[in-house]
């Protein structure tokens, strides 16, 4: 695998993201996908920061397994909006790493092109290994819903940034605040939503992401590590 690049400043990152974010392809369906990982981070204040990688099978709907990374949080770049990739990249691929199996698909709790330089963490992640992947953001970071959004379960209106899309602002279930869907790499903007819309939820989250909320939060209190093969809610 690539190594992960660690920037120096900030004017590197940017660099690198405006390389990779020409790498993007925004094409391709998710026909193939058997398998999902979900990734999302949990961390505190002069905390390690720990990542959990739910390997997802779609078929019987349910957690196969779930692999963990952390970083030092000496060794974590800083927090600054935007440049989320670089602080929590390097615990997901330790993550992903842990699995048994490399997953058919990236599901990251952050943003895919929807960005002001289009790589956000799930475009990053999906270029840097070359892998189909979504990003499902709980908050909007960049562009502008094209029309209102009703309250009803299951509906969506694109997200719009300069004139083009970027994602989809989604209503998982009625009554509920919006999600923001936008692709990584090697996904359509149809397919992403289609394939969001398929996974079951118990809340607004699409369960495989509940999940790896669980999972990170459990890893960062118990001090979990490397995988754990009998995985339950």
Same mark, same amino acid.
């Given at each position: 695998?690539?190594?992960?690049?660690?920037?120096?400043?900030?004017?590197? !990152?940017?660099?690198?993201?405006?390389?990779?974010?020409?790498?993007?392809?925004?094409?391709?369906?998710?026909?193939?996908?058997?398998?999902?990982?979900?990734?999302?981070?949990?961390?505190?204040?002069?905390?390690?920061?720990?990542?959990?990688?739910?390997?997802?099978?779609?078929?019987? +709907?349910?957690?196969?397994?779930?692999?963990?990374?952390?970083?030092?949080?000496?060794?974590?770049?800083?927090?600054?909006?935007?440049?989320?990739?670089?602080?929590?990249?390097? !615990?997901?691929?330790?993550?992903?790493?842990?699995?048994?199996?490399?997953?058919?698909?990236?599901?990251?709790?952050? +943003?895919?092109?929807?960005?002001?330089?289009?790589?956000?963490?799930?475009?990053?992640?999906?270029?840097?290994?070359?892998?189909?992947?979504?990003?499902?953001?709980?908050?909007?970071?960049?562009?502008?819903?094209?029309?209102?959004?009703?309250?009803?379960?299951?509906?969506?209106?694109?997200?719009?940034?300069?004139?083009?899309?970027?994602?989809?602002?989604?209503?998982?279930?009625?009554?509920?605040?919006?999600?923001?869907?936008?692709?990584?790499?090697?996904?359509?903007?149809?397919?992403?939503?289609?394939?969001?819309?398929?996974?079951?939820?118990?809340?607004?989250?699409?369960?495989?992401?509940?999940?790896?909320?669980?999972?990170?939060?459990?890893?960062?209190?118990?001090?979990?590590?490397?995988?754990?093969?009998?995985?339950?809610?």
């Amino acid at each position: 695998m690539i190594a992960f690049p660690t920037p120096r400043t900030l004017q590197e !990152a940017t660099a690198i993201q405006r390389d990779l974010a020409a790498r993007v392809s925004l094409t391709g369906d998710l026909s193939h996908v058997r398998t999902l990982a979900a990734l999302d981070a949990s961390y505190k204040r002069d905390e390690a920061l720990v990542a959990a990688a739910v390997l997802w099978d779609c078929e019987s +709907q349910e957690v196969r397994e779930v692999g963990f990374g952390a970083v030092d949080p000496d060794g974590v770049f800083p927090y600054v909006p935007g440049y989320l990739s670089f602080r929590e990249a390097p !615990a997901y691929l330790e993550a992903l790493a842990n699995l048994s199996a490399p997953p058919d698909l990236l599901l990251v709790d952050g +943003q895919g092109v929807a960005h002001p330089r289009g790589l956000g963490i799930a475009a990053h992640l999906g270029v840097h290994l070359d892998l189909p992947s979504l990003g499902v953001a709980k908050s909007l970071l960049y562009g502008k819903p094209a029309a209102e959004l009703s309250n009803e379960a299951g509906n969506a209106v694109p997200l719009i940034a300069k004139g083009a899309q970027v994602g989809w602002v989604y209503r998982s279930r009625t009554n509920v605040k919006a999600l923001y869907l936008s692709p990584g790499h090697r996904v359509g903007f149809d397919a992403g939503l289609a394939f969001v819309r398929a996974l079951p939820g118990r809340t607004k989250l699409p369960e495989p992401l509940r999940q790896a909320h669980l999972w990170a939060g459990r890893a960062r209190k118990e001090g979990l590590r490397g995988r754990t093969d009998s995985a339950s809610s």
